[in-house]
């Protein structure tokens, strides 16, 4: 079940349905598999919980790097980078998408290359960077279509670099 109805244009956040979220959120309770303990991140970060997030991603971090794969990993490293982002921390947020993205290049993993790309975007969407935004967002595109990724998520790409575009003209025309 998808709890994401879609994206602001703008912020490029997620809408999704609170209370859902904090149904599926009581519903996952204290559970320490990595599947339970990444999705409560990303229920906490979509629910402006970004302190709770940042704790628990970095035990999904942890419990990633002692009992998952390689791509359990760089999920786990990408999501916890997009906590940081939501705290504001742009440049850690910054560094942490580029290993991963560098790592899912060099073992030809498009798909996780391709969330990797696409977060490090909207990190740079937030610091105000519209151009390399727009790159990132690209390559994330590039990346879903040969991953085969879903409508959904190749729509989202696509609305990413029509608001970086955006962003971008609204920026050159006001200097």
Known sequence: MSYISGY??????????????RERLEEIGDQRSL???LERVWLLKVLDRADEALVISEQSVRVARMAGTRKDLLRARILHATVLQARGAYAAADQELT?????????GWAG??????QHRGKVNYDAGDFEAARKDFKRALFLRQESGATEDQLESTLLAIDAADRRRAAASVAS
């Open 35 to 37: 599947p339970a303990l």
């Open 99 to 107: 290993t991963c993205a560098e790592e899912a290049d060099g073992q």
């Open 8 to 21: 602001d244009p703008d912020t490029l956040r997620e809408k999704v349905n609170a209370s859902q979220c």
């Open 112 to 117: 996780i290359g391709a969330f990797a790309y």
